[in-house]
């Protein structure tokens, strides 16, 4: 079965540090784009942060720059995110997702997010 | 960055009615990179559309997606039970990606 398990949410304060993993399971890992996206309870999506297969690629939005940074071991087929300098907008449901990329660079092909894991939850408060 | 406005925000209608729902970007989307997600309450967001019309593994024929550049339409022909949800679309042709506010499509 095509799974991914996220974990490592928890309650943190302000300015501390979590680390998100996120489990894959059932498919060739190390060939797919990666994503973690989030949502506040109630509230719409926003993408976080994406990876390349291999790992050499990565992406933020503005608001994580520099205080997230996304990760992958493909050797042990999981997805990380470290989350620094956290804050309260930082609270969210996180999800992982990943995403099949094909053709080579400059010229490639997107075929959307198919896979999700069900969320860990991060809560920033003091 | 390209901000995605869906409309409407609520769209009320019944089992067998066709729905009709809106993304517009604030600048054109590269090579059609826009996809359609359908959220229920308590899951993950599911793909439906990615490629602006092309539909992924699983998503039923009832579903089908138009536009190019600035105006995208996610239309579902006959709405079934299992439809109600709220559905968000998102552009991939530039960093960052972003999504739509979302529209919910309500009984």
């Known amino acids: 079965e095509v799974q991914l398990v996220e974990s490592g949410g928890g309650l943190v304060q302000p300015g501390e540090s979590l680390r998100l993993s996120c489990a894959a399971s059932g498919f060739a890992f190390s060939s797919y784009w990666m994503h973690w996206v989030r949502q506040v309870p109630g509230k719409g999506l926003v993408w976080v942060s994406r990876i390349d297969s291999g790992g050499s690629s990565t992406a933020y939005v503005d608001s994580v720059k520099g205080r997230f940074t996304i990760s992958r071991d493909n050797a042990k087929n999981t997805l990380f995110l470290q989350m620094n300098s956290l804050r309260a907008e930082d609270t969210a449901v996180y999800y992982c997702a990943r995403e099949w990329v094909g053709g080579t660079y400059p010229q490639l092909y997107y075929y959307g997010m198919d896979v999700w894991g069900q969320g860990t939850t991060v809560t920033v408060s003091s | 960055e390209i901000v995605l406005t869906q409309s409407p925000g609520t769209l009320s209608l019944s089992p067998g009615e066709r729905a009709t729902l809106s993304c517009r970007a604030s600048?054109?989307?590269?090579?059609?990179?826009l996809a359609w997600y359908q959220q229920k309450s308590g899951q993950s967001p599911r793909l439906l559309i990615y490629?602006?019309?092309t539909r992924a593994t699983g998503t039923p024929v009832r579903f089908s997606g138009s536009g190019s550049e600035t105006d995208f339409t996610l239309t579902i022909s006959r709405l079934e039970p299992e439809d109600f949800a709220v559905y968000y679309c998102q552009q991939y042709g530039s960093s960052p990606r972003t999504f739509g506010q979302g529209t919910k499509v309500e009984f």
């Open positions: 490629g602006a019309s």
């Open positions: 600048q054109s989307v590269s090579n059609r990179h």
